[in-house]
């Protein structure tokens, strides 16, 4: 079809050097790449593109002379009983849920060592992040996520993200991005809109992602940039499960069942009939944080691969279980529902009440760096 439309410009324009020039330029990368259209991404990429090696961090440099995706509108969605009534980011939702590729901007493809090599792995956290909240990623390099041999086992991190705005400011948060992933190696990031919708969609690339490049890691931490997240006990944990090192089901959390889709349209987390028929969701843990081990995210990602889209991804993560006939369990150390103190007369953030937790939502970056150096002071004396 570009073949076409670029005859028929050809033939109906005079051309100037300059359009000539750029028809020449499109006509000839076409012919050296081609095009792979999917069931629904096309994209040509130009340019430089050095793929992130762990060890020469200093030579990433991503340029892209153009690339661009389309996964095209689903023009039908419209014809949805009362489409028109929907607010417009769910009906964004109908249009678009079935995309499931997008060009990556940032890769590192060495993360975890290699497909073989990721077996050395034994806990990748892999954190959601927006572009706009470097500070947050800063003390997570520094607190919890820091990459380190805990126990005699590699912990890796990874960071999710999309992209946001639009122009110029899109740039810079880009950039901002390429700048911290030339340092630290730790990016992953999709040329999508990065909005709260479309959280399912990150956690589908980065399973796809995972299939690829980090097949072979025991256990996953999912979670959120918010949270705290003691890794040393988590170590601990998964440590001494029972015959279990990654290679059997395992998705521990925040347990939540017999909830409901929220029918309010002004809620943050509103699901029309139209997104979800029935009237419950199945049981799944909360998306601040949960645990799982490498088999039991290779299995979510093979059941996504049939399951329409439903943009609360912890909801989305609870169906793909439900269809493997797998159960999500509770872990008690996880609170994603609120700090775990008993009353407003006692200190909200008194290191004892976190020492022996999993992870606790939420903790704004200055508390992050207080409680993970308070946590691990080794004159803490904690009562019973
Ligand atoms: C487009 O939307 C219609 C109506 O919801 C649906 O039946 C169809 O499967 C969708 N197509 C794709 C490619 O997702
Ligand atoms: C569509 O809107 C009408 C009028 O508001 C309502 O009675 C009906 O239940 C709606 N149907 C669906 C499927 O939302
Ligand atoms: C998700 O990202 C895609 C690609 O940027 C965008 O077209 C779509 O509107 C986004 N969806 C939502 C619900 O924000
Ligand atoms: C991304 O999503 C936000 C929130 O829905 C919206 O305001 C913005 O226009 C979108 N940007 C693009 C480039 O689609
Ligand atoms: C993926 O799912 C299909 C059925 O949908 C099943 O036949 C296959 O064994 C699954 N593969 C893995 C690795 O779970």
Redesign the pocket.
Known sequence: MLRVLLYRFLRRNILSGKTFLLVGTLLMVIYLYGYSPDHCAVHLKVGVRRDVHQNEPSTTETTYAFSWTQCQQ?M??A??TNFTSLPGNIQNV?YYR?CRHFPMLLDNPGKCGGPDGSSEVFLLLVIKSSPKNYERREVLRKTWAKERLQNGAWIRRIFLSGTMEAGFRKERLNKLLELEHREYNDILQWDFNDTFYNLTLKQILFLQWMEKNCPHVHFLLNGDEDVFANTDNMVEYLQNLQDNNGNKHLFTGHLIYNAKPIRYARSKYFIPVQLHQSDKYPAYCGGGGFLLSGYTAKVIYNMSRSITMLPIDDVYMGMCLAKAGLRPESHMGVKTAGHPFPSSRVDAYDPCFYKDLLLVHRFLPDEMYLMWHRTHDPNLICGV
């Open positions: 689903n039908s969605a014809h949805i109908l079935h």
